[in-house]
């Protein structure tokens, strides 16, 4: 995506622009990758991925997601109220119910290259 807009500006301006434009894609890169990751921990007392957090003992039935399976929980058989945790170049994760009642969110979707070490953690 990035050099595809440096050949633009490289057709519409002069090569100092491009080289500008190729340098500025070039170190945003890292940062980028780093704002695009999930930060998912597990403590004592709760599950956090990013900003979103719930306490362990809300947490219910955790199964672990083959890319056929998440793949059907995210497009036909995903319900609105879920809570995803989804990047959509991960193809595997795995599907936490939740079973708080004042809660409305029946189960959190969440994609890891790790889910079943991610499972054996909440499972725990």
């Known amino acids: 995506m990035f050099l595809s807009l440096v050949i ?3 057709a519409a301006f002069d090569t100092i622009a491009t080289m500008v434009a190729f340098t500025i894609a070039t ?4 940062f980028i990758a780093l704002s695009l990751t999930s930060r ?3 403590d004592q007392r709760e599950l956090r991925i990013d900003k979103a957090h719930i ?3 809300y947490l219910g039935k955790v199964t672990v ?3 056929d399976a998440m793949r059907m929980l995210r497009t036909r058989d995903a319900d ?3 809570f ?5 170049w991960a193809a595997k994760g795995i599907k936490i119910e939740v079973t708080d009642q004042r809660d409305s969110t029946p189960y959190w979707l969440v994609t890891s290259k790790r889910g079943e070490k991610l499972a054996a ?4």
């Open 8 to 10: 633009a500006i490289w």
């Open 27 to 30: 170190l945003a890169m890292p």
């Open 80 to 82: 609105p109220a879920a």
């Open 40 to 42: 998912i921990s597990v």
């Open 84 to 88: 995803l945790a989804i990047k959509f």
């Open 65 to 67: 997601l083959d890319s």
């Open 121 to 124: 953690l909440l499972t725990k």
């Open 55 to 57: 306490e362990l003992k």
